[in-house]
């Protein structure tokens, strides 16, 4: 079952996504497998990392920054290159094992959308799949 969410993004953070995904998960029936969660926009991602400190979110943003800092020699039309960089280094998705219908997540571990070019209001995709399929 492919389950299709929408979420209303500031400028630039990670939301947390855990949420909808367990929702999704659990109206799958799945109870052993995988789940996909995919995000469909070229300057945003999906991550996991960790949910217990805020402060976390708020490096990782200052990090990819000065990884990926906006630079006068950017060519994209947009304006946004620093964004496509960041996305591409997070990725547009991620694969979590299921077990005994729960998320394979560590202890400290959170389920985010990452968006780099906002305001926005963006998609992202939560599909399981038993296993066997």
């Known amino acids: 079952m492919l389950k299709q969410f929408t979420i209303k993004t500031g400028r630039e953070g990670f939301y947390s996504i855990t949420g909808q995904v367990e929702s999704a998960l659990m109206e799958s ?8 969660v995919f995000c469909p926009h070229t300057t945003a991602g999906i991550t996991i990392n960790e ?16 990884a990926f800092p906006d630079r006068p020699e950017f060519r994209h ?11 591409s280094c ?3 998705s991620v ?11 560590g202890r400290w571990q959170g389920i985010y959308f990452c ?5 926005r209001s963006r998609t992202f995709f939560v599909q399981a799949h038993p ?3």
């Not at 949910?51 to 000065?66: F, I, Y």
């Open 115 to 119: 968006e780099f070019d906002g305001p």
């Open 95 to 105: 694969t979590i094992i299921v077990s005994q219908g729960r998320l394979l997540l």
């Open 29 to 36: 029936g799945v109870r052993e497998g995988l789940c996909v």
């Open 90 to 92: 997070v990725g547009s």
């Open 51 to 66: 949910n217990a400190d805020p402060d976390v979110k708020t490096d990782l943003l200052l990090g990819l920054g000065e």
């Open 77 to 87: 039309a947009e304006g946004n290159s620093a964004a496509h960089l960041k996305a």
């Open 131 to 133: 296993s066997g399929v």
